[in-house]
Nanobody, 124 residues
Framework: QVQPVESGGGLVQDGGSLRLSCAASGRTFVVYAMGWFRQAPGKEREFVAAVTWNGGNAYYADSVKGRFTISRDNAKKTVYLQMNSLKPEDTAVYFC?????????????????WGQGTQVTVSS
């Protein structure tokens, strides 16, 4: 079983940076793709980024390309989301989750084992 726990959220000014971490328990973490989603108040949960099991490929939402970088350290069973040039519209609760399918990156329905989320607030 993989149970993610997110951390690293906080309050940052427009243009600032944060690095989110997603620590997952379970021996099989290393064989699964992982993804980050976010949900702002009153909005649907939306895809942010995903990374394949070995970190060889990454996928991003258009809104974060060039600003966010997803990576993973399988030895530490941790996935990271480096967020640079943050904007007020990035404000949301950020969740990580497992992708057992290794595809359909943008579809939240294929992900399981969601974390509890970490709040990111970007002030203008």
């Amino acid at each position: 079983q993989v149970q993610p726990v997110e951390s690293g959220g906080g309050l940052v000014q427009d243009g600032g940076s944060l690095r989110l971490s997603c620590a997952a328990s379970g021996r099989t973490f290393v064989v699964y793709a992982m993804g980050w989603f976010r949900q702002a108040p009153g909005k649907e949960r939306e895809f942010v980024a995903a990374v394949t099991w070995n970190g060889g490929n990454a996928y991003y939402a258009d809104s974060v390309k060039g600003r966010f970088t997803i990576s993973r350290d399988n030895a530490k069973k941790t996935v990271y989301l480096q967020m640079n040039s943050l904007k007020p519209e990035d404000t949301a609760v950020y969740f990580c989750a497992r992708n057992p399918s290794g595809s359909s990156w943008y579809n939240a329905a294929v992900y399981d084992y969601w974390g509890q989320g970490t709040q990111v607030t970007v002030s203008s």
